[in-house]
Each structure stands twice: as structure tokens, then as C-alpha cells.
């Protein structure tokens, strides 16, 4: 279920299009963020920020939005180079050379995309990499190219959730740009920062929980 994508293909099979519904904090949805709680210590997902693309009874899969690399796109995908923005991040720890390419769609877009883009909920989609570029860069406002993504088996999100290993928060329209802006730390403490609730208060804990 978690699907596959290649390098050269670039298709996640299975991307679920429907979303649970948007504000519903206690659980997570196609289009939510997941934000890394201070109970995890694994490197690989220490502060990291999850856009999270599917949502199911067999599975999930998201991609981390806050892990930036100075590769750049272009050596992955130049078909798409003028499309995607130039540098890829690192979209998980699954399938680390499979390339996944995320939009944000331009708002006149979202009900009726074009072919090529399989919308996700909000203004996210899929891109189809097998597809043509100029059929879809006019609905597109920005695109990010990921190599591999993070994904859980069936009924292990939920257990995350809750164990508290993760916060499920909304999306913004400029989360695709988080981590090529402000790196790990920095994209982390903005989208805590922007909460209107108790997790304001999260972004002031000390990077070594012993000192808080």
C-alpha cells in the first residue's frame, strides 16, 4: 500500500485523494502536518516536519518537508527543471532513491487540475513524473522534488499519534518552502510558532530536554 516510486518514473501508486477533513487535531489526515515531538531522539526524525499525502487503514506516507540537500533537481529530473525548485530535500528514509515531486497548486487550479497532478487535499498534489511539464507548470505555484519519503504500516501512525511521538497541525500554503528556507530547526519552531493553542509554548523547549 505505502506504493512505489522510481527514479526515471516517479509515481507513487495509491495516493489516496480524499482527506478526512481539515482541523481535527486528534488525528491525522492527507494534507496535515506532523510535527516530531521532543520524545523522539532518532536523528532521522528528530524536528522533523511531514507533510503527510495518504492516509489509510493499510498504511501512510508523507514526506519531510524540513531535511534540505544541495543536490540539485536537475540531476534527478531535468525534464522537470524548470518546474521543480532547483535543489531536492531528503523526503524520508523509504525508497531513498525514489524521486517524489509535491505542488502546491495555484488556487484556480485545485477543484479541476490538470492531468499530471493527482491533488491530495488543499492546494497539495502529487506531480506525475511520467507526465509532460508544460501541461501542468500553469497550475502549479510551487513544486518540491523529494528522494524517498517516510512511511508507517497499518495501525503504526495511530500508534505514534498516540504514544505522542507527533503533533497533527494544518498546513499553510507556504510549508513546501519550510526547509530550503529555514532548515530543520528553523522550519520546526515556525510551524510550531504559528499555533494558536499549547504547542506555541513547545517551540521555547530547549534543544536538550534535560535543561527545560
Known amino acids: 500500500m505505502l506504493g512505489e516510486a522510481a527514479v526515471g518514473g516517479g509515481r507513487i501508486e495509491g495516493v489516496t485523494t480524499t482527506s478526512s477533513g481539515l482541523g481535527d487535531s486528534g488525528s491525522a489526515f492527507p494534507g496535515a502536518l506532523l ?5 523522539i531522539e532518532e536523528p532521522t526524525f528528530r524536528r522533523t516536519v511531514i507533510l503527510l499525502l495518504e492516509h489509510l487503514a493499510d498504511g501512510s506516507l508523507g514526506v519531510v518537508l ?3 540537500s544541495s543536490v540539485p533537481a536537475a540531476e534527478v529530473m531535468p525534464m522537470w527543471s524548470g518546474v521543480l525548485h532547483t ?3 531528503v523526503g524520508g528514509p523509504v525508497q531513498t532513491d525514489a524521486a517524489v515531486a509535491v505542488a502546491r497548486l495555484d488556487p484556480a487550479a485545485t477543484a479541476s487540475p490538470p492531468e499530471g497532478l493527482r491533488p491530495i487535499a488543499g492546494p497539495w498534489a502529487v506531480v506525475d513524473l ?4 508544460m501541461a501542468t507548470s500553469g497550475a502549479i505555484v ?3 522534488l523529494f528522494l524517498g519519503y517516510a512511511g508507517w504500516g497499518a495501525g503504526q501512525l495511530a500508534g505514534e499519534l498516540r504514544t505522542g511521538s507527533w503533533w497533527v497541525v494544518d498546513s499553510a500554503p507556504g510549508d513546501l518552502a519550510l526547509g530550503r528556507r529555514r532548515g530543520r530547526e528553523g522550519a520546526w519552531w515556525s510551524v510550531l510558532r504559528r499555533q494558536r493553542n499549547d504547542l506555541r509554548l513547545a517551540s521555547t523547549f ?3 530536554p534535560s535543561l527545560n
Do not use: F, H, Y
Open 35 to 39: 510535527v516530531a515531538t521532543p520524545q
Open 87 to 89: 535543489d531536492i530535500c
Open 142 to 144: 510551487d513544486a518540491q
Open 66 to 68: 524540513n531535511d534540505p
Open 130 to 133: 511520467d507526465s509532460e511539464p
Open 206 to 208: 530547549p534543544e536538550d
